[in-house]
Each structure stands twice: as C-alpha cells, then as structure tokens.
C-alpha cells in the first residue's frame, strides 16, 4: 500500500494502484513523487491491504469518502461519516449509532443507502440528490429518459411491457450534458416500463 498527502493507495500490481475514493482513477504516484509530496509504500500482511489502505472500518464505503467535503458549497466539512467507525451515524440525520453499517444507512432520508449514492455519484448529506429518472418526455417518434449523471459511470437503460419482464434497450442512444444523461429510444407498444441502471464505467 501506498500513502501521501493524507491518501492511501491499494497495490494492484505493475503500476496499478486503486485509490481510496470511489470511481476514482487509478493514481499517478510518480507525479506525487515528483511535485515533491513523500510517497510512504508499506508492506502488509497478505490478505490486509484493501482493509489498510482503503476501507478501514470495512463499512462498504472507501475512507476518503468518508472525510471528504460532500457539498463544497455549504460551510464546513458536510461529511456525517467516519472512516474508523463502521457505525458511525442512523438514518435520516441521525448521528447516534443504530447497530448497521453505514453503507446501508440511509443518513439523508432520501429513501436511498449511503452505499447506493456513493456508486450513483449523487450526494449522500443532501435529501435532494438521488438517483432516479428526473423525467420522461416524447420527440416526434422517440422516448427521451432523463436522469442525473457522474463522471466514471457507465449507464443502462432498460425496457419491458409490463414491470419485471426487463430487457436492455440496444438501440436506445445516450448524451451526457453536464450532470445530467438523456436516453433517446425509439417508442413501441412493448416499452411501456423503463428504467436506468448505474454502474462503473469499468464495472
């Protein structure tokens, strides 16, 4: 493993190593190295490293996760998490412990886990960010999905005539503009339920 300016860094092998924040990309240690920032490498027991150097509390979330600032724009840090406590918080603003990892808590009550907003790339301190279709409108011939989008994911929009009977929607297009994705996909009488799916663009 790997630290350096309060980072951690798993080694993969060659010259991977996984950072301690989710989707984030891989980092370049030589250029910490050269910019003058001391690299640490420290070797640790087989089997300890993804726990060490990015998941201490093994709550599910990674540590800079959980002492970054989730909403810059609001003063001071807005993070309710804690990357040496597992349970560190409740759901809906609570701050008491509640005997569940905080990946699967719910901290601001807006119906979705920590866990499940961390991949989303939504904001887990604000109830008004989610991941879900913002809206549904037609265009001439087409159906065009809306729902919010993050850097590092990759998206799929699936479709059925009745709820359950999911299939991927191959000729459905995607635009990415700002945080915000569209899917673009033709109307038919089979495509009556529609829903997107989040994951890492590498996942």
Same mark, same amino acid.
């Given at each position: 493993?790997?630290?350096?300016?309060?980072?951690?860094?798993?080694?993969?092998? !060659?010259?991977?190593?996984?950072?301690?924040?989710?989707?984030?990309?891989p980092?370049?240690?030589?250029?910490?190295?050269?910019? !003058?920032?001391?690299?640490?490498?420290?070797?640790? &027991?087989?089997?300890?490293?993804?726990?060490?150097?990015?998941?201490?509390?093994?709550?599910?979330?990674?540590?800079?996760?959980?002492s970054r600032?989730?909403?810059p724009?609001? &003063?001071?840090?807005?993070?309710?998490?804690?990357?040496?406590?597992?349970?560190?918080?409740?759901?809906?603003?609570?701050?008491? &412990?509640?005997? #569940?990892a905080?990946?699967?808590?719910?901290?601001?009550?807006?119906? @979705?886990?920590?866990?499940?907003?961390i991949?989303?790339?939504?904001?887990?301190?604000?109830?008004?960010?989610?991941?879900?279709v913002?809206?549904?409108?037609?265009?001439?011939?087409? #159906?065009l #999905?809306?729902?919010?989008?993050?850097p590092?994911?990759?998206?799929?929009?699936?479709?059925?005539?009745?709820?359950g009977?999911? @299939?991927?929607?191959?000729?459905?297009?995607?635009?990415?503009? !700002?945080?915000?994705?569209?899917?673009?996909?033709?109307?038919?009488?089979?495509?009556?339920?529609?829903?997107?799916?989040?994951?890492?663009?590498?996942?």
């Amino acid at each position: 493993m790997a630290r350096a300016a309060g980072r951690s860094w798993l080694y993969l092998g !060659g010259d991977a190593f996984a950072p301690d924040e989710f989707a984030a990309p891989p980092a370049d240690l030589g250029a910490l190295r050269d910019a !003058g920032t001391p690299v640490t490498f420290t070797a640790v &027991p087989t089997g300890t490293g993804a726990r060490l150097a990015l998941d201490r509390d093994e709550d599910g979330i990674l540590d800079f996760d959980e002492s970054r600032d989730l909403d810059p724009e609001t &003063p001071g840090v807005q993070n309710p998490l804690d990357p040496a406590n597992a349970d560190a918080i409740g759901d809906a603003g609570s701050t008491e &412990p509640d005997g #569940i990892a905080d990946a699967e808590n719910d901290s601001d009550g807006d119906g @979705q886990p920590n866990g499940s907003e961390i991949l989303a790339g939504t904001n887990l301190a604000r109830a008004d960010s989610f991941f879900a279709v913002t809206a549904t409108e037609r265009s001439g011939g087409d #159906i065009l #999905i809306s729902f919010p989008a993050a850097p590092g994911r990759r998206y799929t929009l699936q479709a059925a005539d009745t709820p359950g009977g999911w @299939q991927i929607a191959g000729d459905a297009q995607l635009e990415i503009n !700002g945080a915000t994705g569209t899917f673009r996909v033709p109307a038919a009488a089979d495509r009556e339920f529609f829903r997107v799916l989040v994951n890492l663009a590498d996942g």
